[in-house]
């Protein structure tokens, strides 16, 4: 199993244009998330899913936008990129009803850098 | 609302000493709590989890954590610090309940340094 796999890993975007970060996981979750990671504020959640076709707003989601239209993907889209979108950002999933019991899987992240 | 509070942004001990990373919760309901550990340049990795069957819960790498519901606490301690515990560690939570997120909500972390 590959769990939960992110691409890229780095990328680096100019103020204004868009992007997509890849998010797939090959362990039939349900739930899938996307956070971002800055320094002393910890994991922020952007958009959550519980199935597909299901997306829920988190904290701080102004600015990016998801779908989900399969069980194994959860892209996120950077609709016209901002220097405060520069982060490292994580996916992760948990099997349905297993988020309490076993917590979710992460990826590697991709750190994304906007000038 | 649900949130964790992490006290103590970096912590440092020497190596053979007590590790004691201190988190609390503020839940309307009864919280599942996590710690998750995340060495450098690398994704999060589950350490233990408290899912109320015991309030002490043994993890990884000879960490564990007590469930405090009087004190709202969920501590992360290890008797005796290794260098290679040096890393990042974050609480989390899941709201209880039949209708709560199951997403996770994150404290800001601790750096813990372990000096030799």
């Known amino acids: 199993n590959a769990g939960v796999t992110q691409t890229p890993k780095f990328q680096v975007l100019k103020t204004g244009q868009s992007m997509t970060l890849q998010c797939a996981q090959d362990m039939n979750h349900e739930y899938m998330s996307w956070y971002r990671q800055d320094p002393g504020m910890g994991l922020r959640l952007i958009h959550y899913s519980v199935g597909a076709g299901i997306t829920d707003q988190g904290e701080v989601p102004n600015g990016y936008n998801v779908s989900r239209s399969t069980t194994e993907d959860f892209p996120l889209r950077l609709l016209s990129a901002a220097p405060s979108q520069t982060s490292v950002y994580f996916c992760?999933?948990?099997?349905?009803?297993?988020?309490?019991?076993?917590?979710?899987?992460f990826g590697s992240g991709t750190r994304l850098t906007v000038v | 609302a649900q949130s964790v509070t992490q006290l103590g942004s970096h912590v440092s001990v020497s190596e053979g000493a007590l590790v004691l990373l201190r988190c609390n919760y503020s839940s309307s309901v009864p919280p599942y709590l996590f710690w998750y550990v995340q060495y450098p340049n690398q994704g999060l990795q589950l350490l233990l989890k408290y899912t109320s069957a015991a309030t002490l819960v043994k993890g990884i790498n000879g960490f564990e954590a007590e469930f405090k519901k009087s004190e709202t606490s969920f501590h992360l301690t290890k008797p005796s610090a290794h260098m290679s515990d040096a890393a990042e560690y974050f609480c989390a939570v899941i709201l209880g309940g039949a209708t709560g997120r199951r997403a996770l909500t994150f404290g800001s972390g601790t750096r813990l340094q372990v000096q030799p």
């Open positions: 992760a999933s948990s099997p349905r009803g297993g988020a309490i019991l076993y917590g979710y899987t």
